[in-house]
């Protein structure tokens, strides 16, 4: 296979910029932007598209030297920043402005053909215009290469040209202010900015480059730069060579004040051909890519190239779309299309620079650096571009790059294989939020399950595995700690761990190697009190663990005010969020007064809302009465309690008799949930178990929980 053809910073970045942006606009619209709002006006809506163009120019060169970048330009940057998702969202809009931007270049040879050949049917000049570049786009981009090498020099001259007007003309009083009639700043920016996108052209060829990094930053900042000089002259030429009147009525008035008017005309039929030229090479490049990694329908054929790289199909495609866009009908309809899409994607880009730049990460080391403030005033100015370049406000763009990256995330076959900047953010955020929690005290209010798990077999694994999920089904993370360096333990763990996360649970574990399992979870207690969402419930297995390891275990956490739930579970029943949970609280008589806290009440009553909640089941308030001249005093404080709790679905049951009894004999339910004594007793809990004949925990408050928070 032939190597593909490669250019330089001149042929592949700096020429085609230049071409493509001294084209249309320059000859046929600036003029008339001058008229329609005075010289201080054209001057603002140049300064204004070249600030969001220039803006965008630093962060493209800026991180074109911190990355190796990929074929697609825009989509690389976007795509190796954020993801193929953002990049397919922003990618494809920038393909479609690409391409119709070709159009409206050829309508711009037409209105130039137009002046020479008036009767010649519009249509047909487009189309055999259209039919000529797509020819030469398709042999070969080297041919398109050398045509623009030759084009270059006409346009060269043809502005050399127009600027020696000013020895031959009569000067005249520019005007500062114009009105501008039906047109309003809006419209007349809308159709102007087209001028300054070709400033992406370089960019769209990074796979074509000798050096891309080298050559981006140079080529492009060195293209804006030199056509932003040549628009402002050309603005204070027509202001003060060619009467106001004159601007507003002929299109074509630099061709008749200029020195040469012919050269001036043949430069404007050259640069308009070599801009839809340069659009159409660009645009496949940009298809092609994005088909290399899945993002868009029909990537096996779009992907292919030929011997010698060319994306032969993904040109023919371009050109079928740039033919169904010939039905615009003239450059000033397709003009602010154009202008919506562009400006989408610059922001996009100086989005991802500011973002890179503030995150402060050490891959961040571009050797052309730019200030923070350059991307973040450049993502300011093309919000602001897009609101005044589309009739309602940008939302129809917004909603179509929204809905791209909504339908690219939602597609299994389209998965980023690299590094992106999406974990440093995610990461920084993390960090800073840590740090301040760290900081604060812990609040009720903030309250959720945040388990630490300590399992020394594959068997209390799986156990644990179906409780934890079940407590933070809703909120929370779960952390299991392995207490034995045992292989086998640590797949399974790996494994359960795996599926809890695409259940979208936050799940780790940890290797605590410990001969006692006590010691173990003890020390794992310790380490990670200082860490970002600490655990603040361990959760024990009552049929794995024995009866002075649960105490030991209980009696340090209630030092270091961490809950605990010392479980016994069903093997037969896996525990999962529950239709009916009954809580059964103590006897409190005589004192029935409810507070912020009550003592192995807040965190019993939380779980059973928790574990109702994704099922919206039923939670019972049960408590055996010793005596029944507390009934009134008792049957207050639930009511007290469910409505000061907000608990749904609740019901309170004052009973007599036995615990016993009434577990033997009550409704059944998918979970107990009993308070924990700081003596552990695991024979009674036994006991109880088996009268209860369902899945039961047993819960002791940190005292940092609250039902009524």
Request: a neutral charge; charged letters at 15%; one cysteine or more.
């Amino acid at each position: 296979m032939a190597k593909p053809t490669r250019f330089s910073t001149f042929s592949g970045v700096y020429r085609p910029i230049v071409l493509t942006v001294l084209g249309a606009m320059l000859y046929l619209r600036e003029g008339w932007l001058v008229g329609k709002t005075g010289l201080l006006g054209a001057l603002l809506v140049i300064a204004a598209a070249y600030l969001i163009t220039g803006t965008t120019a630093l962060s493209v060169a800026s991180i074109a030297t911190n990355l190796r970048l990929r074929a697609g330009g825009a989509f690389a940057i976007i795509s190796g920043a954020l993801g193929l998702e953002a990049g397919g969202a922003i990618g494809v809009p920038l393909y479609l402005a690409q391409t119709v931007s070709s159009v409206m270049y050829l309508y711009a040879f037409s209105e130039g053909w137009g002046y020479l050949f008036p009767h010649h049917p519009t249509w047909l000049v487009v189309g055999l215009a259209y039919l000529g570049v797509g020819a030469l786009m398709v042999t070969s981009a080297q041919l398109a290469s050398r045509a623009q090498a030759v084009m270059l020099g006409v346009i060269v001259a043809a502005v050399l040209s127009a600027f020696a007007g000013w020895t031959t003309a009569t000067p005249q009083a520019p005007t500062a202010i114009a009105q501008l009639g039906e047109w309003s700043v809006r419209e007349t920016f809308g159709v102007f900015f087209p001028a300054a996108t070709g400033i992406m052209v370089g960019v769209g060829m990074s796979g074509n480059l000798e050096n891309p990094r080298r050559a981006i930053p140079r080529g492009t900042m060195a293209a804006w730069a030199t056509t932003l000089v040549v628009y402002t002259l050309g603005a204070i030429w027509y202001a003060t060579v060619v009467p106001q009147s004159e601007l507003l009525e002929n299109k074509l008035a630099m061709v008749d004040h200029a020195l040469v008017g012919e050269l001036v005309l043949f430069g404007l039929l050259s640069s308009t051909l070599m801009a839809a030229l340069s659009s159409l090479v660009a645009a496949p490049r940009l298809l092609q890519a994005m088909a290399e990694h899945d993002v868009v329908p029909l990537s096996a054929t779009l992907r292919e190239v030929t011997a010698n790289g060319e994306p032969r199909n993904a040109s023919l495609a371009t050109l079928a779309l740039a033919g169904l866009a010939l039905t615009a009908g003239s450059l000033d309809a397709i003009a602010p299309i154009i202008t919506s899409f562009f400006v989408m994607t610059y922001l996009a880009i100086n989005v991802v620079v500011f973002l890179e730049q503030s995150l402060g990460l050490v891959s961040w080391r571009p050797t052309y650096a730019i200030p923070t403030w350059v991307p973040a005033l450049g993502a300011l100015a093309c919000v602001t571009g897009l609101v005044l370049s589309s009739p309602a406000g940008g939302l129809p763009e917004v909603a179509f790059v929204v809905g791209l990256y909504v339908w690219l995330s939602r597609r299994q076959k389209v998965d980023t294989p690299w590094e992106t900047v999406q974990s440093g953010i995610a990461q920084t955020v993390a960090a800073w939020a840590a740090l301040k929690s760290l900081q604060m005290r812990r609040s009720e209010r903030s309250w959720k399950p945040d388990l630490l798990v300590p399992v020394s077999s594959v068997e209390e694994a799986r156990a644990m595995a179906s409780v934890s999920s079940a407590l933070v089904h809703v909120r929370g993370s779960v952390k299991f700690i392995a207490l034995e360096d045992d292989p086998e333990l640590g797949a399974a763990l790996g494994s359960i761990v795996g599926r809890l996360r695409d259940q979208e649970r936050y799940a780790s574990w940890h290797l605590m190697p410990e001969e006692m399992a006590g010691q173990g979870a003890r020390l794992s207690i310790n380490a990670l009190q200082g860490a970002f969402m600490a655990p603040n419930l361990v959760l024990l297995s009552a049929r794995h663990m024995e009866q002075e390891v649960l105490q030991t275990v209980v009696d340090h956490a209630r030092r270091r005010r961490v809950g605990a739930i010392i479980a016994f579970d069903d093997l037969e029943r896996p525990l999962r969020p529950c239709k009916q949970v009954t809580v059964w609280l103590s006897d409190r008589s005589p004192d029935w007064t409810l507070a912020l806290h009550v003592a192995n009440l807040d965190l019993p009553v939380l779980l059973a809302y928790l574990l109702t909640r994704p099922v919206e089941g039923a939670v019972r308030l049960a408590t055996v009465l010793r005596d029944e001249v507390h009934r009134p005093k008792a049957a207050s404080f639930m009511d007290d309690l469910i409505e000061l709790g907000r608990l749904p679905n609740t019901t309170s049951h004052l009973l007599e008799g036995t615990l016993a009894e009434r577990l033997a004999d009550g409704p059944r339910a998918d979970l107990h949930l009993f308070g924990l004594s700081p003596e552990v007793r695991l024979e009674r809990m036994q006991a109880i178990h088996e009268a209860a004949g369902a899945p039961c925990l047993f819960v002791l408050d940190s005292g940092q929980e609250s039902a009524l928070a």
